[in-house]
């Protein structure tokens, strides 16, 4: 969960008092919002307290207009090359995060930048590197697709349809090569979209890991759209999360950060304690096409996604249980909407007058000199050869 001054907007700590000094539980009902397959149990409500709901509304916020200034941007062609944007799932990365510790490893596609942000980055640190800044996660060089953060256990954003799902594998080997015998297991997390769910290398990882007990989570973001096809069309069995025969499977919606935390944290302690992988299918809904080269209503109507954001967006949900348990009236929160975009819009602008990569870190970390530095090399021939670079180290 992200931390944050709780009295810093409108600079009101008598208010913010009234908010946060009573932490009353608030019952949450999630009853009906799994479905299962091989799993006899279910929660059927949480809690939450003023603060959480106040956590998460700021978090998927910033998600949220990050995103959309990604949008701008590459329309402005301030941002280049491929972009996926993550609007509209903001509720699935949220309630992962809160159900698992730093520990617990996390890999996932090319749709990366807010789980880039909720694993430890900042919004400066992901706009930086969509911008090509030094200043960026991996320095400008990995861009929209390739965001990784090894010290909150981030494995990045995979440009290969399923390819995160093996290296996944690898993940949830490791956890468990690590842990001592008898103790619970951090677990691996790889998510994909549902337009990968019939890759072979998925079954294959699946197998792997159901015969070693391995401590995976296959998480599938069912969008509704594998680029532009429906569910229905390029997938017989679009009930994901039985996908795995004769391993054990959950649907959640995805939509409920209440519902993904509570079924994320048994899933976890179910993988963590040795007994193998768990199919997870997160039913959730991008707003924006399948990337920033597709508009998104070529294959469905604009309807659709109207209706979507009426009846199920994530953000109001939480916004509508802050306003029902008097925490904020909507004005204040309208005023608190205003702060976390003039925060996110600060850190864009701050993120465009960066500093490019200077030309020589175009020769590091490609060749190794066997010494823990780089080996430079002496040519670096560009699309235009007369714009190549001659290195003279």
Known sequence: MIKRNIFSFNGNKKRMNRFFSNETKIEINIDSSYKTHLFTEFPKKTYTTKKELLDYFEIMHKMRRMEIICDTSYKDREIRGFCHLYDGQEATATGINAAFTKEDCWITSYRCHCIALIRGSSVYNILSELYGMKDGSTQGKGGSMHFYNKSHNFYGGQGIVGAQVPVGAGLAFACKYNTPLGEEM?????????????????????????????????????????MGTSIERHSCNSNYYTMGNTIPGIKIDGNNVFAVREGMKMIKNYCGTGNGPVYVEMDTYRYHGHSMSDPGIGYRSRDEVIESRKQRDPIE??????????????????????????????????????????????????????????????FIRMPELEKSIQNNK
């Open 186 to 226: 951090p677990v691996a997390l790889a998510a994909y979209g549902d337009g990968a769910a019939n890759q072979g290398q998925i079954w294959e990882s699946a197998n792997m890991a159901s015969l070693w007990k391995l401590p995976l989570i296959l998480c599938i973001e069912n969008n509704k759209y594998g």
């Open 317 to 378: 949900y939480i916004k509508n249980t802050i306003i029902e348990n008097d925490i904020m009236k909507e004005k204040e929160l309208k005023d608190f909407e205003k702060e976390i975009k003039n925060s996110v819009d600060q850190e864009a602008e701050k993120a465009k007058k960066g500093a490019y990569p200077n030309n020589e870190d175009l020769y590091s970390y490609i060749y190794s000199d066997g010494k823990g530095g780089n080996e430079y090399l002496s």
